[in-house]
């Protein structure tokens, strides 16, 4: 019967096991904030502008500027096909719009690290294209047409590259 007492008998609650516990549960809670504020300043810094207060005196006159676009009637066609971009603009009547060149601006909606400019060259009439191989996911594609040194028209457009390259 001894043998049993032995093992049944109740352990003492000593110092050291309410030192281990504190240990353990702080040590848990310290680590798992220090993980999550790493991962937040690694992160996105949530900025969309660097000044909140020049941008908003801006824009009443960019949301004018869209208005004014969008009744001309102009029809615009982006293509991405994995390995380019294309763009092409026609006036109302159908007309192809010409221009000296077209800027594409594409961004990353919470980051900055993949964002780029493209230059858009002409392929033929009223058709412009880039080399470009866009990764997986979304963008905001910000297209400004340019005519002798002049913005003539701009639009922005959400899109989805899918896994080959191509947009959705």
Known sequence: MKLFDSIFRPKEFTGRHMLAVLMLFFGTIISVNALLAYFATASWSGLIVHNTYVASQNFNEEAAAEREMRAKGWQSELMV??????????????????ADGIIVHFERPVSEMQ???????PVSSGLYSAEVQLKPGQWLAKIKVMDDDEAIYHESRHIVVDERGVMR
């Open 115 to 121: 964002d780029r400019i493209l230059n858009l060259e």
């Open 81 to 98: 096909d994995g390995t380019s971009v294309t763009y092409r603009l026609s006036d109302a009547s159908g007309t192809v719009v010409a």
